[in-house]
C-alpha cells in the first residue's frame, strides 16, 4: 500500500536557517534596549561529542550576536564544585540561561545540578519547575522548554501540519523528548498515546496514528507495517551505523549514501526506517531533520530567557 501523493521533506535546516534569522533580530532589539542575552555553557571532562557539542553551540551563539562563554572543570570536580560554579553564574545578571553538558561524569549527582540552575535561566527545561509548567499548559511564550520537541512543535507548526483533534503516538518516554513532547501535543489539542518498551500490540497502536513522533534510539525501528498511509513522520532517532548488513537493509538503494558509507564506514539513520517515509504525507529525513533544530531553539530559549527575567 503507498500514499497517493509525494511525502513533503520537513527540512529541518531551513527551518532552523528561519528560526535562527528571525533571532538575529530579536537580539538586535534586546541590544537596543540595553542588554545582551548570554549563554554559559558547563563541559566537564573531555568527551569528544560533548566537546562537539559545546562548540556548534559556541560557534552559533556567536553567528547570532549572542554572548556566551564556556566552563570546563576537569573530569575529577565535585558535585560541590559544580554546584558552586551554577550558583555563581545564576547570580550573574549578564547570564540569561545556563546549560550543563549531559552526560556527566558517574559520580557527579546530575539531578542535583538540574536543579540547582534557577527555572529563570534553565534554557534546557530540565528543571522541574519548567517541565511542571509545561504540563500544566501554561502559555508557550512564558515556558522553557525542553529544545528537542520544542523544535519538533516548531517544525510541524511551521510546516502548517494540523495538530488539533489529530491522533499522535509517541514511542519513547524519556524527560528529554518523549513525555514533554507528549504534553506539547496535548497542550495543542492532539489525542496523544505514549509507547515504550513495555508496550503490548505497539504495531497496532501505531499504524492508528495520524502523527508518529519516535524518539527510542533503535535504528529503523518504526517498519513500512506499523505506518498509516498518509501519517506525518516524525524522526528523532539519531543511530550510527557502522555494519554493512544493517547498512544494506536501510540503503541498498541509494547511491549517495552508499558513497559515503564507503568513504567514512558509518551513516546515521534514525528509529523510522527509510522505507517507510514513502508512505507518509510528510516526514523529517535524518541527519536534517529534528537534529538541525535543537541548536536553533537553545538559542531562542536563551533569547526568551533574557527577555522573560527582564519583563
Ligand atoms: P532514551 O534512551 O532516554 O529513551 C528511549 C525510550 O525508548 C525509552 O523511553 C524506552 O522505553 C523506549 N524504548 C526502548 N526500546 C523500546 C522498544 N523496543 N519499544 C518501544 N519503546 C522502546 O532516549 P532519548 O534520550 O529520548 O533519545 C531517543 C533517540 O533520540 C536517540 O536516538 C537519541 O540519540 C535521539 N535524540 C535526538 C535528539 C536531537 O536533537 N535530534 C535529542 C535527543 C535525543
Known amino acids: 500500500m503507498s500514499s497517493t501523493t509525494t511525502p513533503r521533506v520537513l527540512d529541518g535546516t531551513a527551518i532552523a536557517a528561519e528560526i535562527k534569522s528571525e533571532l538575529v533580530s530579536k537580539v538586535a532589539e534586546a541590544k537596543h534596549r540595553g ?60 547570564i540569561d540561561g545556563i546549560l550543563i553538558q549531559l552526560p556527566l561524569p558517574a559520580h557527579v549527582d546530575t539531578e542535583l545540578l538540574l536543579e540547582a540552575v534557577i527555572p529563570e535561566k534553565d534554557v534546557d527545561g530540565f528543571h522541574p519547575i519548567n517541565a511542571g509548567r509545561l504540563l500544566s499548559g501554561a502559555p508557550s511564550e512564558k515556558v522553557l522548554a525542553p529544545c528537542t520537541p520544542a523544535g519538533i512543535m516548531e517544525m510541524l507548526h511551521r510546516s502548517n501540519i494540523p495538530i488539533s483533534g489529530q491522533r499522535a503516538v509517541v514511542i519513547g518516554r524519556s524527560n528529554i523528548v518523549g513525555k514533554p513532547i ?32 519516535a524518539a527510542i534510539g533503535r535504528p529503523g525501528f518504526v517498519t513500512p507495517d506499523m505506518v498509516r498511509p498518509g501519517a506525518t513522520l516524525v524522526d528523532v532517532g539519531i543511530n550510527r551505523i557502522t555494519d554493512p548488513a544493517e ?42 531533520g529534528v537534529g538541525a533544530l535543537t541548536i536553533a531553539m537553545l538559542m531562542s530559549n536563551t533569547v526568551k530567557a533574557a527577555a522573560m527575567r527582564r519583563s
Not at 67 to 90: C, G, I, K, R
Not at 250 to 277: C, H, L, M, Y
Open 247 to 288: 547498512f544494506n537493509r536501510f540503503f541498498a538503494n541509494s547511491p549517495s549514501r552508499q558513497e559515503s558509507f564507503a568513504k567514512r564506514g558509518s551513516t546515521v539513520v534514525g528509529d523510522i526506517d527509510p522505507a517507510a517515509f514513502a508512505l507518509s504525507s510528510a516526514y523529517t529525513p535524518v541527519p536534517g
Open 35 to 94: 542588554y545582551t542575552p548570554g549563554l554559559a555553557v558547563i563541559l566537564v571532562g573531555e568527551n569528544p561529542a560533548s566537546q562537539l557539542y559545546v562548540k556548534s553551540k559556541v560557534k552559533t551563539c556567536a553567528e547570532l550576536g549572542i554572548y556566551s562563554e564556556m566552563h570546563t572543570p576537569h573530569e575529577s570536580v565535585t558535585t560541590d564544585q559544580l554546584l558552586a560554579l551554577v550558583q555563581s553564574l545564576n547570580e550573574r545578571n549578564e
Open 182 to 213: 507528549a504534553a506539547m501535543l496535548i497542550n495543542a489539542s492532539a489525542t496523544v498515546t505514549v509507547c515504550h518498551s513495555r508496550t503490548r500490540n505497539l504495531p497496532e497502536i501505531v499504524r492508528e496514528a495520524d502523527i508518529v513522533v
